[in-house]
């Protein structure tokens, strides 16, 4: 039987010229790297964030597809897009899922595993 399996790769990166920390504002971007690493096709239907701060405030976001887009990903293909996440904190992360279709309609979730979003030398 034929497999979906997906590698999900991430970049972040403080973005200083958006934010305002004297208002408590900073603001990540992150890149994000979807390849098909399976049997099977599959498209990205829609995604669940689960955004968490230092202050350990929790906020889910969902969507459909990514960056406007629901790329419908060949075995041995990838997606890449970069986006942003606004946080009132220097610290936060984020984690989720996307939710993908077969060509032939069945449905599957694939993990984002979490990653971090901080200012440069406030982690180790």
């Known amino acids: 039987m034929a497999t979906t399996?997906?590698?999900?790769?991430v970049q972040t990166r403080y973005v200083p010229e958006q934010s305002d920390?004297?208002?408590?504002?900073?603001?990540f971007a992150y890149t994000i790297r979807i390849q098909n690493v399976g049997q099977v096709a599959g498209q990205l239907i829609s995604r669940h964030w689960i955004i968490a701060d230092a202050n350990n405030h929790i906020e889910e976001v969902r969507g459909l597809g990514v960056v406007g887009n629901q790329p419908l990903l060949q075995p041995g293909e990838s997606f890449e897009y970069t986006s942003a996440c606004p946080l009132p904190t220097t610290v936060g992360s984020m984690r989720g899922t996307y939710h993908f279709v077969t060509?032939?309609?069945?449905?599957?979730?694939?993990?984002i595993p979490e990653f971090a979003l901080a200012l440069p030398r406030t982690l180790h």
């Open 21 to 27: 920390p004297d208002k408590g504002h900073y603001l």
């Open 5 to 9: 399996a997906f590698s999900i790769q």
């Open 103 to 111: 060509e032939q309609g069945a449905p599957f979730e694939v993990t």
